[in-house]
């Protein structure tokens, strides 16, 4: 397959253009710790409001730094002296042309947005753009979610599908012999190209085309995707509406990914899912993927009531969407109760290819929080699901257990006539997935035994003597809870290390995701 790059790359001076911008990011000393300190605490929330003069003053004093954030962050334009100095051009020329600025009367005007991102510059569209229907946004809260959270293990060909500004194609770069970034979008495919360019990365190739059209022909380790997967009745914006029916786009992506990966190669993708009235969206679901010889593991992350779902996306394009009189808002909710949709749902589908024809379909409630990065644990929970998923209870009552190095139990203890009584305790994991499991007190004092020595039909067997109850029933009550525990890395087969643990044959993740 030939990479398709944008035509502006080959017009003289502006091929140069992010070679020379990098230079002068790199000559000022742009980067994500310089821009937090100069912006301050509460910077990045006067940009996201438009909050101008907070933003200005912080910023006074003319340097080429404080120059480049206010026209690459917080969006504001600067005198033309200002920008020369900054980006070290007598000629704006290529910059123009190149659609990084604009020029009107002594005054230069951004046209693209400059996120830092440890050691990568993310180039996309001025906020300013953001009502155009080809509108590019930059580091959104999914897509960082999706870096975070993808399995990184070294690759030949990595695929991402609906590339918008190229986080994730840059972020797959440094452990993948070649990335192909595709988008239905041009400007998309533009921006991936840029970004490429700005981060010296020579193994990205950008292509334009539709994900319902096109696909490689060839078997890859890694398939990233953050797709336009908004449900709305058929709204032009193309970062997040297919303009295609319902949830379609995440179904077709469902069917299209399992064909693509080559024997235990992993896709990920972000998702919405339509939620009717009288309907369970789980079983719904699951049904996406019968048939797909994957391990399916789908972290859910929240359903949102249909009202707010639909408010909270027209106000990021359009903050008058919501006056009365609007007709966005009341055709948007016509379209979801003619179509009987109550909510949405909104998740991370993970998918795992294996050579058997059946599959595993998994759906999780997502972790309170996470600490990045996610992705060694993201494998590991991967391997553990299926492992554990064909373990009977005898096998795993022959095991001896141990806990995560990383568990840490919380109990709540109160003042109860006079005395301090210990209450509800809650085992969590302070790294990674960040798991949280409520432990009863047989529960908790069968983790507290197990050290990785002793089977633990033995330790259940001495819990249930201290308590004074038969063990029979005690292992039917526990194991539920011990299945999930392990499956979630709150415990471990006792025959694996702490070393074993905190090393992964993963590739380390780039600078960004070690943040």
């Known amino acids: 397959m ?3 790059e944008p035509m502006i790359w080959r017009q003289g ?54 120059t480049l954030i206010r026209l690459f962050v917080a969006g504001q334009s600067c005198d033309a002296r200002e920008a020369q100095l900054a980006l070290g051009a007598q000629d704006f020329g290529p910059y123009a042309a190149a659609g990084v600025i604009a020029v009107a009367n002594d005054r230069v005007l951004p046209l693209m947005a400059i996120e830092p991102l440890g050691g990568l510059f993310v180039a996309s569209d001025a906020a300013s753009l953001a009502s155009q229907p080809d509108y590019v946004m930059g580091p959104s809260g999914p897509s960082r979610a999706l870096a975070g959270l993808t399995v990184r293990h070294a690759v030949g060909t990595t695929v991402d599908i609906g590339s918008g500004c190229g986080l994730q194609a840059l972020l797959a770069a440094a452990h993948s012999r070649r ?9 998309a495919v533009y921006f991936t190209g840029f970004n490429a360019r700005l981060n010296d990365l020579s193994n990205i190739h950008g292509e334009t085309a539709d994900l319902f059209e096109w696909m490689p022909k060839e078997e890859v380790g890694l398939v990233v995707s953050n797709p336009p997967y908004v449900v709305s009745p058929g709204l032009a914006h193309i970062y997040r509406d ?8 995440c179904r077709h992506l469902a069917s299209a990914i399992p064909r693509l990966l080559a024997p235990m190669g992993v896709g990920q993708f972000m998702a919405n899912w339509i939620v ?15 048939g797909s010889g994957c391990d399916v593991w789908i972290l859910h992350e929240t359903t949102e009531e249909a009202s707010s779902y639909v408010a909270n996306w027209l106000r990021e394009t359009d903050a008058l969407a919501l006056r009365h009189g609007s007709k966005d808002y009341d055709r948007w909710m016509a379209y979801f109760e003619d179509h009987g949709i109550v909510g949405v749902g909104y998740g991370l589908v993970s998918m795992q290819r294996h050579s058997r024809r059946s599959e595993n379909i998994w759906i999780d409630p997502a972790p309170d929080t996470y600490t990045f990065p996610c992705s060694a644990a993201m494998a590991r929970y991967l391997e553990r699901r299926r492992s554990i998923a064909e373990t009977t209870v005898r096998e795993l009552l022959a095991q001896p257990l141990r806990t995560s ?69 005690l292992v039917r009550t526990l194991m539920p809870a011990i299945r999930c525990m392990l499956e979630r890395g709150l415990m471990l087969p006792g025959n694996i290390s702490p070393a074993d643990i905190a090393t992964s044959a993963l590739v380390a993740s780039t600078a960004f995701l070690k943040g």
């Open 2 to 4: 030939e990479a398709m």
């Open 13 to 66: 001076n502006v091929a140069e253009v992010p070679v020379r911008l990098r230079q002068a990011l790199d000559n000022a000393g742009f980067s994500e710790a310089t821009v937090s300190e100069l912006l301050g605490p509460a910077g990045r929330f006067h940009v996201q409001r438009g909050e101008a003069a907070p933003v200005h003053r912080r910023l006074a004093g003319g340097s080429p730094l404080t």
């Open 179 to 187: 990335v192909v970034a595709y988008d239905v979008n041009p400007r």
């Open 242 to 249: 297919s303009q295609r029916e319902g949830d379609s786009v």
């Open 276 to 290: 009717r009235r009288g309907e369970s969206w789980a079983d719904r679901l699951r049904g996406w993927f019968a």
């Open 405 to 473: 190095p990383d568990l840490v139990i919380d109990e709540i203890r109160a003042l109860l006539g006079g005395q301090w009584t210990t209450g509800n305790r809650q085992g969590r994991l302070f790294r990674g997935l960040c798991w949280q499991l409520a432990l009863s007190p047989e529960l908790a004092r069968v983790v507290e035994r197990s050290d990785g020595t002793r089977r633990l039909d033995a330790v259940i067997d001495e819990v249930a003597r201290t308590v004074e109850v038969d063990p029979h029933p």
